[in-house]
């Protein structure tokens, strides 16, 4: 059965397996960076709409 | 990084992403704006005085990702930035630029959710006037590019007064003169002694158009218009005298500084015998001296 999601760039580059687990490693490195970024942007559009609900009385 | 992978395809590493964002220009940057929130009249949530600064750093940094993208010929053949995730070939180009395009978007959309809308727009005029005026329109056209391109370093404090207040002041124009007038002393001092490297990349600095002994005058123009627009604060009343008087010393310390550089040994031709030794002196004093000026400006509006 294909492959529903064929990630071409492991697949058809003649990369050494050096490369291919260098690849590897930058991947999970922008990933952790990109979940870091995602978390704190929800956390401060959260922080964001506490402040402002409390600016306007409608919480406290 | 490994050396030895520095190739496109694998794609960059976190830390090449994070250097898109110039993070050296960000302290500044940042700091201004912080000064900014601290001296306006007006105390906001600390939470939306974080988010402001937030979105002035990321703003300052999609802006220079952006510049990174257009510049990204010109960098390649200079020493200074040769070794930048583009020319060195760890991020592709067009993926610098959709990040910094979102990273832009990203920062006025949510100055404009957490603060008011004004301080959003002052925003993306920042962004705006670094990308199109200064990085496309006149930093490869005029050697005066930095004069009328400092605007876009000029503009963090202003942000940061208007996200605390939601209007403008005469203050933090005078903040945004004074870092408009402080741009070219400071990048000349850099362009003196890294003038090979603009004049390779066909960038007109100053000293490669007009010559070292031509900007060395400029520099002293300049610095001389600064001093007494920094003591303009204090004497219109809008700051008192720790602010006055670490501007008086300050101002003094970096004609010093200017006057070194104006009469640094030289050739016939105006090239420095010493290696430019007073300008990258002058450089590093001109850094010191914006801290330290506003920082003052908190320091005498808190105390």
């Not at chain 1, 050494?16 to 999970?28: G, K, L, Q």
Request: charge should be positive; aromatic fraction near 10%; hydrophobic fraction near 55%.
């Amino acid at each position: 059965m294909a492959d529903p999601m064929p990630r071409n760039e492991l697949r058809e580059n003649p990369w050494t397996p050096e490369e291919r687990a260098e690849f590897s490693r930058r991947r999970r490195g922008r990933n952790f960076l990109l979940l870091g970024v995602l978390g704190g942007l929800c956390l401060l559009i959260y922080a964001i709409a506490l402040v402002k609900l409390h600016e306007y009385g409608q919480m406290w | 990084m490994s050396e030895s992978f520095v190739n496109a395809d694998l794609g960059g590493e976190a830390s090449d992403w994070l250097a898109l964002l110039k993070p050296r220009v960000l302290t500044l940057v940042v700091f201004t704006g912080a000064i900014g929130l601290v001296i306006a009249p007006v105390r906001i949530n600390p939470v939306l005085a974080l988010t402001a600064i937030l979105c002035i750093a990321v703003a300052a940094g999609a802006a220079g990702a952006i510049n990174m993208w257009y510049d990204r010929d010109i960098d390649a053949v200079m020493n200074r930035t040769r070794g930048r995730p583009i020319p060195a070939g760890r991020i592709a180009a067009p993926g610098a630029l959709g990040f910094g395009i979102v990273l832009a978007c990203f920062s006025v959309l949510v100055m404009a959710m957490a603060t008011n809308l004004l301080a959003a727009f002052v925003l993306a005029v920042s962004i705006a006037f670094y990308v199109f005026i200064y990085t496309m329109w006149l930093k490869r056209r005029t050697p005066q590019n930095i004069v009328i391109g400092g605007a876009a370093g000029a503009f963090p404090a202003v942000i940061g007064w208007t996200a605390a207040t939601g209007s403008l002041a005469v203050l933090p124009v005078l903040l945004f003169l004074i870092v408009l007038v402080w741009t070219p002393p400071h990048f000349w001092s850099l362009a003196l002694y890294a003038s090979g490297d603009y004049e390779r990349a066909g960038v007109p600095m100053l000293p490669v158009v007009k010559g070292a002994r031509h900007t060395r005058w400029c520099i002293m123009i300049y610095t001389l218009l600064l001093v007494p627009l920094t003591l303009a604060p204090w004497a219109l009343g809008l700051l008192g005298p720790i602010y006055g008087m670490t501007a008086l010393v300050l101002g003094i310390g970096f004609l010093v500084c200017v006057w070194r550089v104006l009469f640094d040994s030289q050739d016939a031709r105006g090239v420095s015998l010493t290696k430019d030794a007073p300008a990258r002196a002058a450089f590093k004093y001109s850094i010191l001296y914006l801290f330290v000026l506003f920082g003052a400006c908190a320091v005498d509006r808190l105390v």
